[in-house]
């Protein structure tokens, strides 16, 4: 590593009308340095990155030094110019695109007199993708490819455009652990080859693994700069969010609670097979294991999504054959999706619109919908759930991740439900308010809801669930109870 | 091979479609399959073409446009005025005129949509009330029926009679077709602009991102449809031998569903010239086909509907969607047998 930094930041200020986003930070990145920028939502790390790449401009007294040379007015031209790439976090990329189209884009647009050179854009994609040690077919529309393999064209097609420092905005927040693995190995190869790599991420537990160095920030200022030797996830949460979470096993027994889910032998073809549990009344059970052990799949045929091959579904006692999810809410099974910015909640439309979708004929009068009781449902959900929201009239898109997921929690409370599925409920929700969802949950479970918590994050389930079932590839491998159990017992079993 | 067929599903299931469809025909009627007819479906078709070749460039690029046909009659109104005005002209003025127009027309529908920010949909048909009602105010729907005598002369490149005695004839409609079809294709695979605009209509933001001009997208994916349309209503003037204002009304859906149909999607980013001309050409064939079996004209459009269904259905390639569960639960279980 040369002694002097690639690039080089000091005294960033940015102002959004009279808001400080970043109060004169400072930030500094070596060549071929793995550095994580961590933060919590809103705490100004993508105003930071947008400063880097030019997208926003810094107020007076600013410094930006990249290579040894002081850089006066930083543009995205320039910034690509200079080798600084970004990988965003919704890649960007072109689904209905081959991969070699994909990495070779910017040869693609650049042509020589206007043509498209198809030969030099395939050979700059294998050679991309060599460079990084991995084989795809590059003649595959992108849209064929699953999200890991997305992503490593992603950064392929940073490196056709000869980067030198690349930024990866949460790479990993739709990988499993398995996929997220076989990201960090390429950050690895990148890092050893000089390549920069500054990672924003939610999941600490990477960033402790991959990262040489980790830059803090808190509500627009820097909090320090740290050595990764010696830092643990509880120390970096702490320094993130300036308040101390402690992580404590939570499970407790329910035996003597009435059964109000009972699933035996339930089957899927191609699926799961054969799984079996009870849940009681108040009791939180966790689901996890890799992508394709039928997690999922699970939840959405105990939703009533899909039908069950073999095998039956008993709600308090009774047999229980959902034709549809509709009858399954009717029946008191809620179930938040895994993709809840698109899936679960309508994005352009109310708070309060959203709030009661799965509940409108509770708001009924005379057969249409009263405005006064759907005011009374959405006020005492949102304190209920301890939403921060301006007005119940602002479009859901206003919130930030955490409070649109106690929105989509609350939607489903509003059905007034026996068994609420949690399906990746903090995927994309920053550690403060992760800590705040799980709260809610508990609190819900002492009230008497059932519910069913999935992830693949072994740790989420370890310290909010009672009982935590581990399914591989469909079938249920083990049931573990986090009292008598470590967490990297779970861990290790999981990751086998 | 096979990554030629997997890339093209779209395209070999119109093909497929098509040859059952002439099967079918041929042995409804002996007049269908014979090389004057193709000519024939040819020639009827080159109007369409055109107009399909432009506005798959609008959808590729993440666009919808409801205006290009009245927008070509009016080029032809003005395009023949201008012409008098001029003295009379001749083909090169004309091609001139009309193509100048028509980028005109379709650069307005690109101001209205990146400029004041109006979904494509609405924009385009308002200017489609627009220029028909200016059309229809301003002619008082009077027709013109005097063209200049080179316009509305027929223009053959090739003739020759038949042993049965029918006709083939390569007219100046269809060389233009394929001359259209020529440069769209290039424009759109083998250009730098043809590959933004794929991507543009893919992803906009990502295009955005990498600095791409959107606003140019918007001026050159629009200006070529209002090209293709200021060609198609010069072709259609000098097929029909006069100049109708109400003429191409309604043609325009037709014209939609046929790309379409050919694989372009509604929403951007895909489609390709081969599979818009087998979109025109299959539609065509129908209509011909019922036309010599002698069927009433006013089943036509329930027929042509429903085979524009069947096909669409068929190039979607769900067929896994009409079996029953069990059948599927079997299937996925033999292909995951490795």
Redesign the interface.
Known sequence: MSAEPLLSLKNIKVTFGGVRALKGVSFEVNAGEVHCLAGENGCGKSTLIKVITGVYKPEEGAEIVFDGKPVSAMT??LA?SLGIQVI?Q????????SVA?NIG??L????TY???DKHAIDEAAEKALARLGVRLDI?K?LKELPIAQRQIVAIARALVGEARLVFMDEPTASLTQSEADYLIEIVRNLSASGVAVVFVSHRLAEVLEISHRITILRDGSLVGVYPVEGMTQSRVTELMTGRNFDSAVIASDHDEAPVVLSVRNLTR??EFRNVSFDLRRGETLGITGLLGAGRTELALTLFGMH?P?EGEILLEGQKVDFASNRDAIRAGVAYLSEDRLSLGLNQPQSIADNLVMASLDRILSHGLISPAKKRDVVSHWISALGVKIGTPDDPIRTLSGGNQQRVAIAKWLAISPKILILDAPTVGVDVGARAGIFEIVRKLAAEGLSIIIISDEPPEVYFNADRVIHMVEGRLEAVYDPRHTSLSELESAVYA | MRRLVSSHTTEFALLAVMVLLCIGLSFGTDRFLTVSNAFDVLNVSAVNIIFAVGLLVVLISGGIDISFAVAASVVQYVTVLALSALGGGNWAEGFIIAGLVGIGLGSINAFLIYRLQIISIVATISTFNIFFGLLMFFTKGVSIYNLPDWLSNRVVFYEREMADGSWVELTLPVVVMILCCIATWFMMSRTTIGRKLYAFGDNPEGARRFGINIGAMHVISFGWLGLMAGIAGLMQAHYAQEVVPNALYGRELDVLAATVLGGARLGGGKGSVLGCVLGVLLVSITQNGLNLMGVSPFAFKMIVGAIILVAITLSSARFDRLLPNAMKASARKRSQRP
Do not use: Y
């Open positions: 995205p031209t690509q965003w919704d890649l960007a990329l072109f689904g209905e695109m189209e884009f910017q693609a647009v650049t042509g206007g043509m498209v003649h529309p073809h191609g039908r091959h």
